[in-house]
C-alpha cells in the first residue's frame, strides 16, 4: 500500500515538473519574440536557445532561431538554420511549414534540388498548401530562366589556329556577332578577318536547352494554374503565372492574366503597369497608355520620378553610379522623341515606361533592396530596348574551389554586350563583363556616344516606308517655298480592287519645327489614293507632294500617315531639313527637282512652277534606259540695258564619285529643253530671256554604260552679269533585271 502511495505522488511530481519545463520553454519563447520585435536580435538567440534548452521538442523555439540565422544571410547563419530545421523535423515530421523553410533556406544555400524535394514533401502533407505550391512553381520557374537562351558547344571542324591570333583568341565562334568583331579591331588591330569568322560559324555547332526550358515552364504553369483553381483571387499566382506566359513570349495570354489580375485588384499598380507593358509588346498603344497613366496615378512620388527620369537616355549614363533626379521640365525630351504626332500619346514615352516596367520584372532582387533599373542589364534594356537575341554560356571554373561564370551575350543590329556573374549564385547579379579581351564596361561608354539611346518605332500592322524627298524654292516676302514630294508603295496599305483600279484612304501628317522644337507647320489631312491598274502595275507606288513656305533655317521635319481602311498600317519619317535663304539679289538656284515625267499646264508658253506638272521621283533612282526629268529655278538674272533681255549660258555635268576621273564626258545622249529644243548631245547652251527669273525643265537621255551612284550638276553663267551659280543633285541608275521565261 505504500508503495502505490509513493508511486503515485512520484507520478504527480514529475507530470508536473514536466509542465513546469513546458511552461518555462513557453516563456523563453515569448520572450525570445518580445526581443525580436524590439529589434534585440543577439538577445532573443539567447532566449530561444534556453526555451530548446528547456524542452528539446520545443520545435517552434528552433523555427524562430533559424528565421533569425536565415536573414543574416552567411554561410555560417544558413548552415546553422539548416541544422535548426532539421532538428525541428526530427520532432514534428509532419509539419508542413517547417518542410517549407527548410526547403527555403536550402534555396538560399543554392542546394536547388534539395529545396525542391523539401516543398514537394511538404505537399506530401497537404498537397492543396498554396504556399507550397507557390514555392514549387517559383522553382520551375527559374528552372526554366536558368535554361532560357543557354547555349552549350560540341565539336567543332576548323583549326581553332585559323581565328588565332597574337592578339585574339576566339574559341566559341558563334557567340561572336560583327559587332564583336568591330570592337576587336578597333581595340587590338587583329589580323583575323571577317570571313574568317564567320568560316568558323559554319562549321560550328551549338547545342540549346530548349527542350528542358519548354518542360519547365509547363510544369510552372501547370502548378500555378492549379493554385488558381484552388484560390481563384491569388494575387501572387497571377503574377507568376502571367510572368512565365511573359518569359515564353505568349503574350497574349501575359496580357490576359494581368487583366484578370485587375479587374480583382483594381488599385493594384504593379498590375496596371505589368499590363501596360503587355500591351506595349502587342502594339496595342491606346490600351498600354491607359494601363501606364493609372499606374502612374497609383505610384508613390518618389517611384514615379524613377519611371519619368531620363537620365539614363543620355550620354554618360554608364559612368555614373546612380541615377540622377532630373527635376527641369522633359516635355520637350519627350515631344522630340515622339514618333507619331497623329496620335495623342507618345510611343516613345510609353516605350521607356514599359522598359522601365520590364527592368525592374526582371532584374530586381527585392531581398537586397535592389531595384532592376539599378543593375547594368536593368541600364542597357531602358536605354536600349530588349535584345535581338540572347546567348547564356556557362563557363567551367578549371578549380572545384572556385565558382565558374555566366556570360549572358545581348545582341543588337548595332551594338552588342556582354554580362557576366558567378554561379551558382541565387540572385543572378549581372554586370557588364569582360569576354575575349573585350572590356564591356569601356565598350558601353564607346557605344552611347554615338547611341545614347535607341527606339525604333514599330505599328501594329505594316509598317509604310514611304520615300519622301524635300526641294527648295524662293518664295515671298523672304521667305522659302520647302516642296515634299513622296512614293507611297501600294502594296504597304490596304487597297478595294476593283476590276479596273485600286482605291485606299491615307491620313497625312506634316509637322515642322523649328531647333527648339516650336512647331512651325502642322498639316493633317487625307488623301484619296485612286490608280489604275496599269499605273499601280507599272509603278507600284503613287505620288503627290506637299508645299509650305517657311523662314531659312535649319528644322526639324516629321512626315506621318495613318492607312485608313487597315487602321493598323502606319508609316513615320524624320529628317533635320536646312531650309535655303534666297534673299541676295545676286545670281541663285533653286534646288533641281529629279522627275520621272514633267508636262506642261495648259496654252501658256512661259515655263514657271504654275505651268507644269511634276511626276516626282523621291527614290532618285532611274533605269538605264530611262529618260532623266529634271526642274529648277534661275533667280536674279541681269537684263541688258540695250533689250531688257537676259543671256544666260546653262551646262550641265556628271561625275562618278567612285572614278579617278571627275568628269564624264559624252554623258547625253540627248538632251531636250522644254520639250521644244533638241540639243542630241549637247551638254551645254545659250538661253535668253525676258524675265530676271527663268524656269527650265529638260529630258537628259544619258549616254551611260555603268550602273551606279552618280552626281548630276548644273552650272547656269550671267553673261550680262558676269556671274554663275551651281547646284546639284545625286541620281543612281540601275540595269533593269531580266524577267525569267
Known amino acids: 500500500m505504500n508503495f502505490v502511495r509513493l508511486f503515485i505522488i512520484f507520478l504527480v511530481i514529475f507530470i508536473v515538473s514536466e509542465d513546469t519545463y513546458a511552461q518555462t520553454a513557453r516563456e523563453w519563447y515569448q520572450q525570445g519574440i518580445t526581443l525580436k520585435q524590439q529589434g534585440k ?68 544555400r543554392t542546394m536547388y534540388e534539395e529545396a525542391k524535394k523539401m516543398y514537394e514533401r511538404a505537399l506530401e502533407v497537404d498537397s492543396k498548401d498554396v504556399e507550397s505550391l507557390s514555392k514549387i512553381a517559383k522553382v520551375y520557374a527559374r528552372e526554366a530562366n536558368k535554361d532560357r537562351y543557354r547555349v552549350d558547344f560540341g565539336k567543332s571542324l576548323y583549326h581553332p589556329s585559323l581565328i588565332s591570333d597574337e592578339f585574339l583568341s576566339i574559341q566559341y565562334p558563334l557567340l561572336w556577332d560583327k559587332n564583336f568583331f568591330e570592337y576587336a579591331k578597333q581595340r587590338f588591330g587583329t589580323s583575323i578577318r571577317y570571313s574568317d569568322l564567320q568560316w568558323a560559324q559554319e562549321l560550328s555547332s551549338q547545342i540549346v536547352w530548349d527542350e528542358f526550358v519548354e518542360r519547365d515552364d509547363s510544369i510552372a504553369k501547370a502548378l500555378n494554374t492549379h493554385i488558381l483553381s484552388l484560390s481563384p483571387s491569388n494575387k501572387d499566382a497571377l503574377y507568376q ?55 502612374s496615378e497609383l505610384m508613390a512620388p518618389e517611384e514615379r ?160 516606308d514611304a520615300i519622301y524627298d524635300t526641294y527648295d524654292f524662293r518664295g515671298e516676302q523672304g521667305k522659302t517655298r520647302v516642296e515634299i514630294f513622296y512614293d507611297l508603295p501600294i502594296d504597304s496599305v490596304k487597297t478595294n480592287t476593283t ?30 489614293i485612286q490608280l489604275n491598274k496599269k499605273e499601280a502595275d507599272s509603278l507600284k507606288v503613287t505620288t503627290g507632294q506637299f508645299t509650305y513656305t517657311v523662314p531659312p533655317g535649319r528644322y526639324n521635319l516629321a512626315v506621318e500617315l495613318q492607312d485608313q481602311l487597315s487602321q493598323q498600317n502606319e508609316g513615320t519619317f524624320r529628317d533635320t531639313i536646312v531650309v535655303e535663304s534666297y534673299t541676295a539679289d545676286t545670281l541663285q538656284l533653286s534646288d533641281i527637282v529629279l522627275a520621272r515625267n514633267i508636262e506642261i499646264i495648259g496654252q501658256n508658253n512661259k515655263i514657271t512652277r504654275n505651268t507644269v506638272a511634276i511626276k516626282p521621283n523621291p527614290s532618285r533612282l532611274y533605269e538605264m534606259k530611262q529618260p532623266i526629268y529634271i526642274y529648277y529655278e534661275i533667280y536674279n538674272l541681269l537684263l541688258n540695258p540695250s533689250d531688257g533681255t537676259s543671256r544666260y549660258k546653262i551646262e550641265y555635268r556628271l561625275q562618278d564619285p567612285q572614278r579617278a576621273e571627275p568628269w564624264i564626258k559624252n554623258f547625253v545622249r540627248r538632251l531636250v529643253v522644254n520639250k521644244k529644243q533638241d540639243y542630241k548631245v549637247a551638254t551645254s547652251f545659250q538661253s535668253r530671256g525676258a524675265d530676271r527669273d527663268e524656269s527650265q525643265y529638260i529630258s537628259i537621255d544619258p549616254n551611260i554604260k555603268n550602273p551606279g551612284t552618280y552626281e548630276l550638276f548644273v552650272r547656269v553663267t550671267d553673261e550680262v552679269a558676269k556671274k554663275s551659280a551651281e547646284k546639284s543633285v545625286p541620281l543612281t541608275l540601275y540595269k533593269e533585271s531580266k524577267k525569267k521565261k
Request: aromatic content about 18%; cysteine-free; charged content about 30%.
Open 41 to 108: 536580435i543577439e538577445e532573443a538567440i539567447s532566449a530561444f536557445e534556453k526555451a530548446i534548452g528547456s524542452d528539446r521538442g520545443f520545435t517552434e523555439g528552433y523555427y524562430e532561431l533559424a528565421v533569425i540565422y536565415r536573414a543574416k544571410r552567411t554561410p555560417d547563419a544558413l548552415s546553422r538554420a539548416t541544422d535548426l530545421m532539421q532538428d525541428a523535423l526530427r520532432y514534428d515530421s509532419k509539419n508542413a511549414r517547417y518542410r517549407r523553410m527548410l526547403g527555403d533556406i536550402y534555396n538560399d
Open 241 to 295: 503565372l502571367g510572368l512565365v506566359y511573359y518569359d515564353s513570349d505568349s503574350l497574349e495570354q501575359f496580357a490576359g492574366m494581368f487583366e484578370q489580375l485587375v479587374k480583382t485588384y483594381p488599385d493594384d499598380k504593379d498590375g496596371h503597369l505589368f499590363l501596360g507593358l503587355a500591351y506595349l509588346r502587342l502594339k496595342e498603344y491606346e490600351k498600354a497608355n491607359k494601363e501606364f497613366t493609372r499606374a
Open 305 to 464: 520620378a524613377v519611371f519619368e527620369n531620363i537620365a539614363y537616355l543620355k550620354e554618360g549614363s554608364f559612368a555614373k553610379t546612380g541615377i540622377d533626379t532630373v527635376t527641369s521640365d522633359t516635355s520637350k525630351f519627350w515631344y522630340a522623341r515622339d514618333p507619331m504626332y497623329l496620335t495623342p500619346y507618345n510611343e516613345r514615352r510609353l516605350e521607356h515606361y514599359g522598359r522601365v516596367a520590364e527592368a525592374n520584372l526582371r532584374f530586381s532582387i527585392p531581398k537586397e533592396n535592389i531595384a532592376g533599373w539599378q543593375t547594368n542589364q536593368g541600364e542597357v534594356l531602358i536605354k536600349y530596348g530588349p535584345p535581338e537575341q540572347q546567348k547564356l554560356y556557362y563557363e567551367t571554373s578549371t578549380s572545384s574551389k572556385d565558382l565558374g561564370l555566366k556570360f549572358n551575350f545581348w545582341y543588337y543590329k548595332n551594338f552588342s554586350f556582354v554580362f557576366e556573374t558567378q554561379y551558382p549564385n541565387f540572385y543572378d547579379k549581372y554586370r557588364l563583363g569582360i569576354y575575349g579581351n573585350l572590356n564591356f564596361n569601356e565598350i558601353s561608354r564607346d557605344v552611347e556616344k554615338q547611341y545614347p539611346e535607341f527606339y525604333e518605332y514599330k505599328p501594329k500592322g505594316k509598317f509604310i
Open 499 to 528: 476590276e479596273s483600279a485600286f482605291e485606299g484612304n491615307v491620313k497625312y501628317g506634316v509637322f515642322i519645327h523649328d531647333e527648339q522644337w516650336n512647331r512651325v507647320v502642322s498639316d493633317i489631312q487625307t488623301r484619296l
